[in-house]
C-alpha cells in the first residue's frame, strides 16, 4: 500500500514521539537510532514487509531484524503501532522497566514479532544471514507455494564494524542470498564522535568485493527510500543499502550529534522537538487517524497470509513444513536401531568418530538437520552420506562449508534455529570455542537448538601443543545458563548426547569430543545420559571412594577403581557426561550416587575449578595450568592423569 509523504510523514513522526517519550521516562535508552531511521523503517513496513500482526509466528512472513539492538524503541513502536497485540503502550510506558516486556534490547522470548535477541553488535546481522539460508533451503524442499519470503535487517555503524560483519558478510556474498537485504543507518555517527575518528573504509566497496548488490538513498526522502528497497528487494544478490540518515532526526537542537545516541533528549529538547515535527499529542498517545493509517498498513500482509493458508491447505508438504517449523523431531530418529549396532559391536574409536557414526544415523531420518563446519570437516566428522554440500546450486543441500569463520558459523547456526524448520549443527575445535563464544552464549540466551560439535577436546590432542589444547574451555562453557555441555565416555554415551541435545527445542548443546580412541564402556541400552550422571561401575568391597569422570577419563577412573578394588577399597566409577542434567536430578538421586561417607574424587583433563561442588573437600584430578606439545601418553603421565598417580593420593586420604 503505497502514501505519499504528507500521509508517511506523521507516521514516522509517531515512532519518533514514543521514542523519545519512552527513553525520557525510563531515563535511560538510545533515542538516536529510532528517530534517525523512522522514516526508512516507515517505507518498509508499510510497503515491503510482508507480514500479519494478528499471526506473529506465521512461517512465511518477511522477518525484520533490528541488527542495532540498543534502539529498540524502533521494532516497539513498529509493533505497537501496527497492530501487534504485544506491546501494548502500558508495556512502553514501562519501556526498561522490570514489569514491561520492552526491555532495553529486544528479547525474543519476550514478545512475538521480535526474531531475536540482539545486543551485542554486529550479531543481528550476522544471525540474519542465517535467517536467509534457512528461508532458501526450506524454499528448495517445499517450493514457492509454501516458502517464499525476505530478510530485512536494520544495522548501525557498529554492526558493519565489528569482526563479526566480515565473516557474515563473506559467507552471505558467497552464497547469494538474494533474500537479503540489509538497510544500513548510515548516520556517521558513533558513541565517540564521528565515524571519521575510527574509520575510513569503503563500506559499499567491501560490500561489493564480497559479492554483494550495492545502493544508497536519502533516508529522510520517502521516494527515494522505496526507489532503493524496490532494487535491493529485486537484486539477485544480498544487499547493502546505505541509508544516509541525521541521527536523533527531529530534536532541533541536539540531532546529528553523539549526544543524541545513548541518552534521554531532556524536557526542553522534547518541547523543542514537538515544536519542530508539528507533533501535538500528549506523551505515549498517538492520533487516531495516525494510528489508523498505520493499522491499515498491515493489510497487505493479511492478505497474503489468506493467500498462503488456501495454498497451504492444497499442498500435501504443508504438514510436514508445519512440523518442522514446530521443532518437533519426526516418529523415528534412526537412534534406537543404531544403539543396538553398537551393543552387538562395541567400537574402540574417538568420541569425534562416535559422534560421525551417530550423525549417519540421525541425518538419514531427522531430514532438518543441516550441518557444517569452520573448514575443519575431516577433524570434526560432521558429514554424512545424507547431507549434500548447501551450494548457491543446490540450497536443498544440507551441509555448509563455512571458511574459517567460527563466529560467523554459530551467528547463522542462530538465525537457521530461530528461522524455524531446521536444526542447525556445526563443528569446529573445542579451543576455537572463545572465537565463537558470545554467538553460544546468545544461543542459550535465545533458547534455541543449535548443536556445537566441539573436537579435540583435551590434551589428548598430544603435539600440536597448548594453543590447541582446551584447557579451561569445558569448564568455562557449563558456566552459561541453559547451555547443555556433553562429554562422553564412548560411543553409546555419544549416541545419547545427540538423542538429548535433538530433544531439547529450547535449549542449545555442546558436544565436546575425543581425537583420540576411546575404549567402549557402556553396553546397554537404558537412556542413562538422561540423568546427567549415573553409576557405571558399583564398589565390590565395602565403598569408601566415589569416582566421578568425564569423556576420555571415564577409563582412567575404571582403571583406579579396579586398582583400588585389589587392595580392599571399594570404589563406585560414576560418569558425569552433562553437569547440567545431572543438577537437575532430584536430591535423594543426587545424595544416591554421591554419598556422604565415601572419598569422591573427580578426574578430568582440564581445570579443576567447579567440581568442588560435587566432590566437597574430597580430591580433583586435572590440570590448572596450560598443556604441553608431546605425544598423548607422555602427557597425561606428565600432568598425573594415570591410574598409577591418582591411586597413591587417594590412599594417601583414605588410609
Aim: hydrophobic content about 45%; some cysteine.
Amino acid at each position: 500500500m503505497t502514501r505519499d509523504s504528507t500521509a508517511l510523514a506523521p507516521m514516522a513522526n509517531a515512532i519518533r514521539a514514543l521514542a523519545m517519550d519512552a527513553v525520557q521516562a525510563a531515563n535511560s535508552g538510545h533515542p538516536g537510532m529510532p528517530m534517525g531511521m523512522a522514516d526508512v523503517a516507515t517505507v518498509l513496513w508499510t510497503q515491503f514487509l510482508k507480514h500479519d500482526p494478528a499471526a506473529p509466528n506465521w512461517s512465511d512472513r518477511d522477518r525484520f531484524i533490528l541488527s542495532a539492538g540498543h534502539g529498540s524503541m524502533l521494532i516497539y513502536a513498529l509493533l505497537h503501532l501496527t497492530g501487534y497485540e504485544s506491546p501494548t503502550m502500558e508495556d512502553i510506558r514501562k519501556f526498561r522497566q522490570i514489569d514491561s516486556v520492552c526491555a532495553g534490547h529486544p528479547e525474543n522470548f519476550l514478545i512475538p514479532g521480535v526474531e531475536l535477541t540482539t545486543g551485542p553488535l554486529g550479531q543481528g546481522l550476522a544471525m540474519a544471514v542465517g535467517f536467509a539460508m534457512a528461508e532458501r533451503h526450506l524454499n528448495a524442499q517445499f517450493g514457492n507455494d509454501l516458502v517464499d519470503h525476505h530478510t530485512w535487517v536494520v544495522a548501525g555503524d557498529g554492526c558493519l564494524m565489528e569482526g563479526i560483519n566480515h565473516e557474515a558478510v563473506g559467507l552471505a556474498g558467497t552464497l547469494k542470498l538474494g533474500r537479503l537485504n540489509v538497510l544500513w543507518d548510515d548516520n556517521k555517527i558513533t558513541i565517540d564522535g564521528d565515524t571519521s575518528l575510527s574509520t575510513t573504509e569503503d563500506i559499499l566497496g567491501r560490500y561489493a568485493a564480497s559479492g554483494w548488490h550495492v545502493t544508497s538513498c536519502d533516508g529522510h526522502d520517502f521516494a527515494d527510500i522505496a526507489r532503493a528497497l524496490s532494487e535491493a528487494k529485486a537484486d539477485p544478490r544480498p544487499s547493502l543499502v546505505a541509508c544516509r540518515t541525521i541521527i536523533g532526526k527531529g530534536a532541533p537542537n541536539k540531532q546529528g550529534g553523539h549526544n543524541v545516541h545513548g541518552a534521554p533528549l531532556g524536557a526542553d529538547e522534547i518541547a523543542a522537538a514537538r515544536e519542530y515535527l508539528g507533533w501535538t499529542s500528549a506523551p505515549f498517545e498517538v492520533p487516531a487517524d495516525i494510528l489508523a493509517n498505520w493499522r491499515s498498513s498491515a493489510e497487505l500482509g493479511k492478505n497474503a497470509r489468506a493467500e498462503w493458508e488456501k495454498r497451504a491447505a492444497a499442498n500435501p508438504q504443508a504438514a510436514e513444513l508445519a512440523r518442522r517449523m514446530a521443532g518437533d523431531l519426526p516418529a523415528e530418529t534412526g537412534f534406537d536401531a543404531y544403539v543396538q549396532s553398537l551393543i552387538a559391536n562395541p567400537p574402540k574409536v574417538a568420541t569425534r568418530k562416535s559422534s560421525e557414526m551417530a550423525l549417519e544415523a540421525f541425518t538419514a531420518n531427522v531430514l532438518e538437520m543441516v550441518g557444517g563446519s569452520a573448514d575443519l570437516t575431516g577433524s570434526n566428522n560432521t558429514k554424512t552420506k545424507s547431507t549434500a554440500p548447501f551450494t548457491p546450486d543446490s540450497y536443498d543441500g544440507r551441509y555448509v562449508y563455512y571458511g574459517i569463520r567460527e563466529f560467523g558459523m554459530a551467528a547463522a547456526m542462530n538465525g537457521m534455529a530461530l528461522h524455524g524448520g531446521i536444526i542447525p549443527y556445526g563443528g569446529t575445535f573445542l579451543v576455537f570455542s572463545d572465537y565463537c563464544r558470545n554467538a553460544v552464549r546468545m544461543s542459550a540466551l535465545q533458547h534455541v537448538r543449535a548443536i556445537y560439535v566441539f573436537t579435540h577436546d583435551s590434551i589428548g590432542l598430544g603435539e600440536d601443543g597448548p594453543t590447541h589444547q582446551p584447557v579451561e574451555h569445558v569448564m568455562s562453557l557449563r558456566m552459561i545458563p541453559n547451555l547443555l555441555v556433553f562429554r562422553p565416555a564412548d560411543a553409546i554415551e555419544t549416541a545419547e548426547a545427540w538423542a538429548l541435545a535433538l530433544a531439547n527445542k529450547d535449549r542449545p548443546s555442546v558436544l565436546a569430543l575425543t581425537r583420540q580412541n576411546l575404549p567402549p564402556v557402556r553396553f546397554d541400552s537404558e537412556m542413562k545420559s538422561a540423568k546427567g550422571a549415573y553409576r557405571l561401575v558399583t564398589a565390590s568391597a565395602a565403598r569408601k571412594v566415589v569416582l566421578l569422570a568425564t569423556g576420555s577419563e571415564v577409563e582412567v577412573a575404571m582403571k583406579v577403581a579396579a586398582s583400588l578394588e585389589e587392595k580392599g577399597l571399594g570404589a563406585d566409577v560414576v560418569s558425569v557426561p552433562c553437569w547440567e542434567l545431572f543438577d537437575e536430578q532430584d536430591a535423594a538421586y543426587k545424595a544416591d550416587l554421591l554419598p556422604a561417607d565415601a572419598l569422591k574424587v573427580s578426574i578430568e583433563a582440564g581445570v579443576t575449578l567447579g567440581w568442588q561442588k560435587y566432590i566437597g573437600d574430597g580430591l580433583s584430578i586435572g590440570i590448572d595450568t596450560f598443556g604441553a606439545s608431546a605425544p598423548i601418553d607422555v602427557l597425561y603421565d606428565h600432568f598425573g592423569i594415570t591410574a598409577e598417580k591418582i591411586v597413591p593420593q587417594i590412599l594417601s586420604r583414605v588410609s
